[in-house]
């Protein structure tokens, strides 16, 4: 009798229960009076539109399964979304269709006679073919064509044309990708019929999501060349080689008017890879008077001018301190130096966490190496933040191998090394020697020419090192096809001679880049 009384007690409360529970998305386990009892794992992953299926394990007294209604959902952890319905009966059996992001994921049980709740969770982190891989930018008879090998698979798939049937897949003249970890949409598009952000979900796409949005002064519409980002500062320079800053100290935000600089740079920008500065240099070349100059944008709030960029040899007198100042003269008009190359690393020398940015210029057949470590722009205001920069390397390569007819340069994270492609060929150059020279690391095959040579540092937690792999595009001159090959850096430690490829994928256009997307759910 007394257990009767408390069945109806509680049958009254049971509703007022359930809807203050209601909002915990399935958080925790609920059981009705009967012995009825349902297990499955605590935890899924899965793959978006892929099979997915769960068959619980059933244990009663007495279990009719037609008894009882069944309701499978999964409510977006974030809260971004409406809870989604998965399945109405007791084994769940679907192709998913959630995009990718992480569920909780709730079982209801309800007895039709009664009314009684029986519920059961479990997390379910859900990435889709896109989630994980290679992405690679291409041109294809000149137009824009990304490309992605996808690692999520036990099996790699390559899915090409990842653009068409957008409105960007008639864009022509692609330059660049770049990821920018700290923005809800970070994947950046560079071309030359505009630039935009893609988004973390399958690198879909709206108007939105174009440059121009992000300008506080009225929309952009002119080209990008280059788009460099090291939080809390980003800034792209334009086709014609102007100059825009952004200042995301606070949040993403937005671009100011162009640099009144009077002289145009190189579409290449140097920064401290590694390091955290409060005012990080962004360091550039100036095409017209052939020297190194640096982004000043945030100079006012420390007195001094920061309507135009400034010289890389004026930062001393300013008063920033600097570091190793004799090593070498900086370029000036008067030395007639062009630019070559300009690339960052997280080469640590000074095991300081401090990255490395190096510079290759050429005068003739002469190539001369500069590598620079740039910090902090707020130094001499106080002097916690430390120095400027550091002069940390100067070599004449000019006696390595086709140096004068090298084509493309990658530079390591790991130790002083430099590579560079003629041809079909890759050299190795240790620059820290006294007297640096070019070792042959490997050759493709005959009739192959590479397009794409780097290293890409990966955004978050490297736990595999990838960010000393060696990425290599090519194309063959007869057929136009191009091939995707990835060398192991971290355990031969640098060395690729004559190197087996871990990875090897064809079928693409002419490789123009290529960057690693993370399993990460990037800033939401």
């Known amino acids: 009798m007394e257990r009767m009384k408390y069945i109806r007690l509680l049958w009254l409360v049971l509703p007022f229960l359930w809807q203050s529970c209601a909002e915990d998305k399935g958080n925790y386990d609920y059981r009705d009076l009967n012995d009825l009892n349902i297990s499955f ?50 084994n769940l059996d679907v192709e998913l269709t959630l995009a990718q992001g992480n569920y909780q994921l709730v079982l209801t049980i309800k007895e039709k006679a009664s009314g009684l709740y029986y519920q059961k969770s479990a997390t379910l982190n859900v990435d889709t073919p896109l989630s994980l891989g290679w992405l690679v930018l291409c041109s294809d008879n000149g137009r824009v064509r990304l490309d992605m090998v996808s690692h999520i698979k036990e099996a ?139 982004c000043a944008s945030e100079f006012a709030s420390i007195g001094l001018d920061n309507v135009r960029d400034v010289p890389m040899d004026e930062l001393a007198a300013d008063g920033f301190p600097t570091v190793n100042e004799e090593l070498f003269a900086w370029p000036k008009r008067a030395d007639r130096m062009d630019f070559v190359c300009m690339e960052n690393t997280r080469y640590d020398r000074n095991q300081d966490g401090n990255g490395m940015t190096y510079a290759v210029l050429g005068k003739g057949d002469q190539r001369f190496l500069y590598g620079i470590i740039l910090n902090e722009l707020y130094s001499f205001a106080e002097a916690k933040y430390g120095y400027a920069y550091e002069k940390a390397y100067y070599a004449d390569l000019s006696a390595c191998t086709d140096i004068a007819g090298a084509t493309h340069f990658a530079f390591s994270s790991l130790k002083t090394f430099m590579y560079y492609a003629v041809g079909r060929k890759v050299y190795r150059v240790n620059f820290s020697n006294a007297a640096p020279a070019a070792e042959l690391q490997f050759e493709l095959p005959e009739g192959e020419e590479i397009t794409c040579l780097k290293f890409y540092l990966w955004e978050q937690e490297d736990a595999d090192n990838r960010s000393y792999d060696l990425i290599v595009g090519s194309k063959k001159n007869d057929t136009g096809e191009s091939t995707l090959r990835i060398y192991d850096g971290f355990t031969n430690e640098g060395n690729f001679q004559n190197a087996v490829p871990v990875e090897r994928y064809s079928g693409f256009a002419d490789i123009v880049d290529v960057i690693y997307r993370e399993k990460v759910i990037y800033q939401q």
Request: proline share 6%.
């Open 41 to 90: 794992d605590d935890a899924y992953s899965a793959i978006s539109r892929e099979p997915f299926v769960i068959k619980p394990e059933v244990t009663a007294k007495e279990f009719a399964p037609d008894t009882y209604t069944y309701e499978w959902k999964a409510y977006d952890q974030t809260g971004s979304q409406d809870p989604v319905l998965l399945g109405t009966a007791l």
């Open 156 to 294: 790699d798939n390559v899915y090409y044309d990842l653009l068409k049937g957008t409105e960007l897949e008639d864009w022509l003249q692609p330059y660049q990708l770049v990821c920018d970890p700290g923005m809800q949409e970070p994947f950046y598009l560079v071309t030359g019929s505009g630039t935009t952000r893609l988004s973390n979900n399958d690198f879909q796409w709206n108007d939105s999501y174009m440059i121009g949005y992000e300008f506080g002064n009225g929309m952009y519409t002119g080209t990008v060349r280059c788009l460099a980002s090291h939080r809390p500062g980003k800034l792209f320079v334009d086709i014609a080689g102007r100059v825009y800053y952004c200042n995301t100290l606070s949040g993403d935000g937005l671009f100011g008017s162009v640099r009144a600089n009077g002289f145009y740079v190189e579409p290449s920008v140097g920064y401290n890879a590694k390091g955290s500065p409060f005012v990080p240099a962004f360091m550039m070349w100036d095409k017209n008077n052939r020297r190194f100059v640096v």
